[in-house]
């Protein structure tokens, strides 16, 4: 198993541009979430996923769009790239956890993107 | 207001020494879930451990356990005979009931010194 992939591993934009970030997991999971992390801040929730066609806003959406088209994918759009988004993405998946039980969370290795 | 509180942006360990990491939460939640997570400086996200709020005994995992203080809304990570690889930023994290969403802290700096 390949785990959760991330493509880019690195990124530079422009102000103003766009770009997706790919996420995959092999795992058959059926949660998958973007998170993004900045120095001093920890991990914030962006977007989340519980299911091929259903996806909802975490803690901070803003600037960013994701779907959820089958079970493997889940990729991250920046629709008008902002210097306030240079940041390290980190995608994670999951089982569904119901109310109980470890069920961690598999991130994958990241993508470190500057917006100019 | 904070769900995942982590006081300690930095923490220094003598190699083979032991380390209390702390983290607070706040939830009104009954049932809950408690994560650990290590971040070394190559960027991946490891999984340490879990605890879950009806857990009767508190979690352990090899050299990692977790002193789970449920009054106090507390769940500190303890690392036993610290090693140099065990130097990374170590993160807290809270799933509440029904939810997969992880809350996460802001994450504390270990570094163990030879």
């Known amino acids: 198993n390949a785990g959760v992939t991330q493509t880019p591993k690195f990124q530079v934009l422009k102000t103003g541009q766009s770009m997706t970030l790919q996420c995959a997991q092999d795992m058959n999971h059926e949660y998958m979430s973007w998170y993004r992390q900045d120095p001093g801040m920890g991990l914030r929730l962006i977007h989340y996923?519980?299911?091929?066609?259903?996806?909802d806003q975490g803690e901070v959406p803003n600037g960013y769009n994701v779907s959820r088209s089958t079970t493997e994918d889940f990729p991250l759009r920046l629709l008008s790239a902002a210097p306030s988004q240079t940041s390290v993405y980190f995608c994670a998946s999951s089982y569904s956890s119901g109310t109980s039980g470890r069920n961690e969370q598999f991130f994958g290795p990241g993508t470190r993107l500057t917006v100019l | 207001a904070q769900k995942i509180t982590q006081t300690q942006p930095g923490m220094f360990v003598q190699e083979k020494e032991a380390v209390t990491l702390d983290c607070t939460y706040d939830t009104s939640d009954p049932s809950y879930g408690l994560f650990w997570y290590k971040q070394p400086s190559s960027g991946e996200m490891i999984f340490l451990i879990y605890q879950g709020s009806y857990d009767q005994q508190n979690a352990t995992e090899g050299r990692y356990s977790l002193n789970f203080q449920k009054a106090r809304k507390s769940a500190n990570l303890v690392i036993s005979a610290s090693q140099l690889g065990d130097s990374a930023m170590y993160f807290c994290a809270m799933r509440e009931t029904g939810a997969n969403n992880l809350f996460f802290g802001t994450g504390t700096r270990l570094t163990v010194i030879p």
């Open positions: 996923s519980v299911g091929a066609g259903i996806t």
